[in-house]
């Protein structure tokens, strides 16, 4: 008697037995964001292949790639964003090509220039407008992860309870574009950013926004009326720290000054947003939301010019 093995069932059944799943194994996805050159024509294929030749893909949650082009419109560079698993943070990388689309060399911890700036898609500063006048809260997580979009559906449910207007800038609506717009609103009040970051940039679903953007955009456009807490590695840091504290006027600033760990942070930063939402005291209700659900190795800072309850 013979027997025909399913091989997948099979696989699954030895990793349920080694207490590992096939979500834990899997390859992380490879996404494309478009630059403001992008055509059809742009080899994705190509570029995942080579992404996963220079890079050990597995080591990463989620990889994005951008094609930058010179000033003939041909291809030049590649910008890969790697995403950490562990931390909302990630590294960027320049991987150079060559006119047979090899790799010439690659740059690690690479910051954006202004020719890869440009072709940042999404972003107008001069048009930014505020879509709805009537927003007071703003609920934004770019990533497909289901901790930190569940994280964010709370916080925005509990501003609701609290009777703010309250936009949803999750996945695929948490664009550039949007969440400047959206930042301008003039009855904004708090703002709960879930993502990715460094001390430069913060990341967004088709791309990223940089410090200058906020300066531009949101010069003493908080009026230290609006309470911003970020879910965002590095961001408490110069440049971002000086242009969502006094450039921006927030009334309160929270991000991570170092790594911050997926997870912990998270329930910690909500707790905190919530508490603020209910009048209590917002730097001791930070401080007693860390001390609750945080880890002593991650490092915020909590600031601002404003006063110490929500929205006042």
């Known amino acids: 008697m013979s027997y025909q093995v399913n091989r997948k069932l099979l696989a699954a059944f030895l990793l349920f037995t080694l207490g590992y799943s096939l979500e834990a194994i899997a390859e992380p996805t490879i996404t494309f964001i478009h630059s403001k050159y992008s055509d059809s024509t742009v080899p994705t ?17 989620q990889i994005k790639t951008q094609v930058i082009y010179n000033e003939q419109h041909q291809i030049d560079h590649v910008l890969v964003y790697l995403f950490s698993k562990k931390y909302h943070g990630f590294e960027l990388v320049r991987m150079n090509l060559g006119k047979n689309f090899q790799v010439i060399s690659v740059q690690e911890k ?15 500063i001069k048009e930014a407008k505020c879509p709805d006048p009537s927003i007071e809260f703003i609920a934004f997580a770019p990533n497909d992860d289901s901790l930190e979009q569940k994280i964010t559906q709370d916080v925005a449910n509990a501003a609701e309870s609290h009777s703010l207007k309250t936009v949803r800038l999750f996945l695929n609506d948490a664009t550039s574009k949007n969440y400047l717009n959206y930042m301008t609103c003039p009855k904004l009040k708090g703002n709960f950013y879930n993502g990715d970051a460094d001390p430069e940039v913060i990341t967004t679903v088709d791309g990223v926004i940089r410090y200058r953007d906020i300066e531009a955009v949101l010069y003493h456009q908080f ?90």
């Not at 294929?45 to 949650?61: G, P, S, T, Y």
């Not at 690479?110 to 107008?124: E, F, H, R, T, V």
């Not at 110069?238 to 929270?254: E, R």
């Open 110 to 124: 690479y910051q954006l220039s202004k020719s890869d700036y440009a072709q940042q898609p999404g972003i107008n």
């Open 223 to 312: 009026r230290y009326k609006v309470t911003n807490i970020w879910l965002a590695c590095m961001a408490y840091n110069d440049p971002i720290k000086t242009s969502v504290i006094d450039v921006a006027q927030s009334q309160k600033y929270a991000a991570g000054i170092n790594d911050l760990l997926v997870g912990p942070s998270d329930r910690a930063a909500a707790c905190a947003m919530k508490k603020a939402m209910d009048g209590k005291p917002m730097t001791a209700s930070f401080n007693e939301c860390y001390l609750k659900y945080d880890v002593s190795d991650d490092k915020w800072g909590f600031g601002g010019n404003g006063a110490d309850i929500f929205g006042t």
């Open 45 to 61: 294929a190509k570029i995942a292949r080579l992404v996963k030749e220079n890079f050990d893909v597995n080591q990463f949650r």
